[in-house]
């Protein structure tokens, strides 16, 4: 039996450059039935295929952890940034 593919997409918090991106796409390339990941930096959101309703939670979860939660999530001050990634200097986030 083929199984049936479902597309979300993702509005996320703090995604501002390519390091956010490719650690985004690290991340959720590891979670089992996730595929067709594309992360859109200037619009910050991310879009990808999954299986399961729990696949989907589970990749919101994954995301929250990496320090970019879904846009509606409540967020602790931790997360409250324009961008998440290593290389914020000054509040500029250089690629």
């Known amino acids: 039996m083929k199984k049936k593919l479902a597309r979300a997409n993702i509005a996320l918090h703090n995604i501002c450059c390519t390091y956010c991106k490719e650690k985004i796409l690290k991340g959720l390339s590891q979670i089992k039935n996730i595929s067709n990941i594309y992360v859109n930096v200037p619009d910050a959101f991310v879009m990808f295929t999954f ?32 961008c998440f990634c290593k ?7 250089y690629t």
């Open 51 to 82: 299986i399961k309703a729990n696949d989907l939670s589970t990749v919101e979860n994954c995301l929250t952890s990496l320090g970019y939660p879904p846009i509606g999530d409540k967020i602790d001050d931790i997360f409250k940034t324009t």
């Open 87 to 93: 290389l914020e200097i000054d509040n500029r986030c």
